[in-house]
């Protein structure tokens, strides 16, 4: 028998769990660390509204809440943003979370409430059905122990029989996360392009709805999935901020949709305009998560808790120290060789590397980019004995070895792409758009992901590899997943989903083998990636100096452990600008530090240098991977940017300063940098000059810091450790 809606919710649970539930209201109170949730079945109207999310409050308290909706007019849709999943159907005229098309054409949808129960101690689930078609729907909630990110996903099903017909996902959302009233709303969120990521943008969310998103079948360089939403008065430390993300790898879109009433709501899901997704009869669908938390105390909170929540249950191995790698390419490019990679390696080694990764050009019918992409054995010119020479000699060294892969892309000038052409994204009677002189395989395809696996696996055993450096070298074109029908663009999505197969099942395959994702660069970064990789390329510009705002914007979201940053070459092969060598090594030490330039041109003063920045590093490491970030000073702030990790335990804490440029107005001093997250009555010391200052002097007055050196790109680290009394 199906539950009514008045049977639907269960009569109550007792407090102190992390989701409280009161029958006779129906009201639902998710509580985390620092906040709660609350919503609403309304018995009634068969709606689910929402009603608080932010400052803690008892389960009594919320049910004497009351709901709001729109005034009554023929005009206005009464419930728009009020609802936790508004569909399309009745007097709505918001975007919906769900939109479906039946087999007859129509898509109004009418819900109505089957069950409200918790799955487990922290996990709600709420399940509603159309009221006369073959549709059901469920609303998941989840809140993990000591965090306040909270997770939500969909799962929809066709209920009907075959002569029901197929039926259409057009949008399927994983949340949607309503606001509370405010007078105005600001917005932040990241921007940029190929090796200019992470621009951090905060403006005023106007009246009407404002999309960012992906149809790049990738998340993409110019936008990250996730977004912010504070009053406008929220700063670095202080303030009520919220923020909503998406654990997708695919095309995504963050919908804000702000009424002329105040009432505002945040959509979040996987695909864009045009994905569809097809249900036959007795299929489910089941949406990516979406992550969302708020907190009371600002940018630097918020950041520091989705860094938590990502290392202790997204990361597959938070706990391991990401070792310092050095990679070839910006030495070698294409021409690679076993006799010059060994000797980049011995240098390499000689400066502390842990890691050497050898990059493009290595395998058949690799001569430059418009070739052998596909043909993934042993270049026999360049490597006549295969990988296993260069592997053995690398592990002799004592680092691992690493190899440069690019699974999911072929040129048309390859031996795989003769004799499978059908298995790239393609319409038929289209000619194939090349970008990089690449075209993408469909991952969607199960066929093409067992060849993916075959060859994958028999490489890392052959060659011994112990870490894949994944990339993705360009965007979608032609995803009508060959000529459209009803498959249309289910590649926007699908194709992320293979990915996330083959990697799955890579790592079951190969417990001790490490993956760095990239995709250019930062073009495929995202919660869904961490949760099968180990860290990732933040961008193919490796210039010390753009790297701090490339840095800034993924801190927002992104811990420093899977931040990979490296030291490359000056002048800069991108931009052409020079930096000093300390400089180089203190802004890729805000992340995972990695080697990149041509090291046989390096002098012996230089290797010998960064030989002692590397030893630095690693012994700072702990503090930086693994404690929490404070952005003490932002790029464009000042003449400065100041970056503060606090070690796990307390006991030690890292400052680097890094200046860009100077001018006779600012002088050469760099003010005091006032600490955070330190213990006020506890003493701290210079582990370098041995100075000490209580943690209240360090918060209040700040921390002296040195004069920096004369000139553009100078830069300091500083150490400090708790004096234990």
């Given at each position: 028998m199906t539950p009514s809606p008045t049977d639907a919710v269960p009569a109550h649970t007792g407090?102190?769990?992390p989701i409280e539930i009161d029958g006779p209201s129906g009201t639902v109170l998710i509580r985390t660390?620092?906040?709660?949730?609350?919503?609403?079945?309304?018995?009634a109207s068969a709606l689910v509204r929402h009603i608080h999310w932010g400052a803690p409050l008892p389960l009594a308290d919320a049910v004497a809440l009351p709901t709001w909706e729109e005034h009554d007019d023929s005009f206005a849709g009464r419930w728009d943003g009020t609802e936790e999943f508004p569909v399309e159907g009745g007097a709505r005229f918001g975007a919906p979370a769900l939109e479906v098309r039946f087999a007859d054409g129509s898509n109004h949808l009418e819900a109505e409430v089957e069950e409200v129960a918790l799955a487990a101690d922290d996990h709600l689930v709420i399940r509603l059905r159309d009221r006369a078609r073959p549709l059901s729907w469920q609303l998941h909630y989840r809140v993990r122990p000591d965090t306040d990110v909270l997770e939500r996903w969909t799962e929809v099903t066709h209920t009907g029989a075959a002569d029901d017909g197929d039926i259409r996902l057009l949008r399927c959302s994983?949340?949607?996360?309503?606001?509370?009233?405010?007078?105005?709303?600001r917005l932040s969120s990241v921007h940029g392009g190929w090796a200019a990521e992470g621009s951090l943008e905060r403006a005023p969310l106007p009246v009407g709805e404002t999309i960012l998103g992906s149809r790049r079948g990738h998340t993409g360089h110019h936008a990250n999935p996730w977004a912010?939403?504070?009053?406008?008065?929220?700063?670095?430390?202080?303030?009520?901020?919220?923020v909503m993300a998406l654990a997708a790898s695919g095309s995504w879109r963050i919908t804000a949709q702000r009424t002329a009433a105040g009432r505002t709501a945040v959509l979040v899901g996987e695909g864009h305009e045009g994905t569809e997704l097809c249900l036959a009869p007795g299929d489910s669908h089941r949406t990516p998560v979406s992550l969302a938390l708020h907190t009371a105390h600002g940018f630097g909170a918020a950041s520091r808790a989705f860094h938590a929540y990502l290392r202790a249950h997204v990361l597959p191995r938070p706990r391991e120290l990401r070792p310092v790698l050095y990679n070839s390419w910006e030495a070698t490019s294409f021409e690679v060789s076993e006799d010059n990679q060994i000797a980049l390696a011995r240098r390499a080694a000689e400066m502390g590397a842990e890691l050497f990764v050898l990059d493009d050009g290595w395998f058949h019918g690799r001569e430059d980019d418009r070739s052998g992409l596909g043909d993934w054995t042993p270049h026999e010119r360049r490597f006549p004995r295969g990988l296993r020479p260069l592997s053995d000699e690398v592990h002799r060294l004592g680092m691992a070895f690493g190899l440069w892969v690019e699974p999911e892309m072929t040129n048309a000038d390859s031996d795989l792409y003769r004799l499978h052409p059908d298995w790239v994204l393609h319409v038929p009677d289209r000619t194939p758009t090349e970008l990089r002189n690449q075209l993408v395989l469909d991952f969607s395809r199960p066929d093409v992901t067992e060849w993916a696996l075959s060859w994958l696996r028999r490489t890392v055993t052959e060659a011994d590899v112990d870490f894949?450096?994944?990339d993705f070298n360009r965007s979608f074109t032609e995803a009508g997943a060959h000529g459209g029908g009803q498959d249309a663009r289910r590649v926007q999505v699908e194709h992320a989903r293979g990915l996330y197969r083959v990697l799955d099942e890579l790592r079951a395959a190969f417990p001790k083998l490490r993956i760095e994702a990239c995709a250019g660069g930062g073009g495929r970064v995202d919660p869904g990636i961490l949760a099968r990789t180990d860290q990732v390329w933040t961008s193919d510009n490796t210039d010390a100096v753009d790297r701090l705002t490339?840095?800034?914007?993924?801190?927002?979201?992104y811990p420093a452990s899977v931040m990979s940053a490296w030291v490359t070459d000056s002048p800069n092969p991108l931009t052409g600008r020079v930096v000093s060598l300390p400089f180089r090594f203190h802004s890729a030490m805000a992340g995972v530090l990695g080697l990149g330039g041509d090291l046989t041109r390096w002098t012996d003063a230089e290797r010998a240098q960064a030989a002692e920045l590397v030893a630095v590093y690693k012994d700072i490491r702990p503090v930086v991977q693994h404690g929490r970030q404070y952005r003490l000073l932002a790029p464009g702030e000042g003449r400065s940017t100041a970056v503060q990790y606090v070690g796990e335990r307390g006991d030690r804490t890292v400052v680097i300063v890094l200046r860009p440029s100077t001018s006779f107005v600012h002088g050469l001093d760099q003010a005091p940098l006032r600490l955070r997250g330190l213990e006020p009555e506890a003493v701290y010391r210079d582990e370098d000059t041995g100075d000490e200052w209580s943690g209240r002097t360090l918060a209040a007055f700040g921390l002296p810091v040195p004069r920096l050196p004369a000139g553009d790109c100078a830069s300091a680290l500083l150490r400090l450790r708790r004096v234990d009394t």
């Open positions: 407090p102190g769990r660390p620092h906040s709660v949730y609350v919503l609403r079945v309304d018995r994983s949340a949607n996360w309503p606001m509370p009233l405010a007078p105005s709303w912010a939403l504070d009053c406008g008065d929220a700063g670095e430390e202080h303030g009520d901020v919220k894949l450096k994944w490339i840095q800034h914007g993924f801190s927002q979201l």
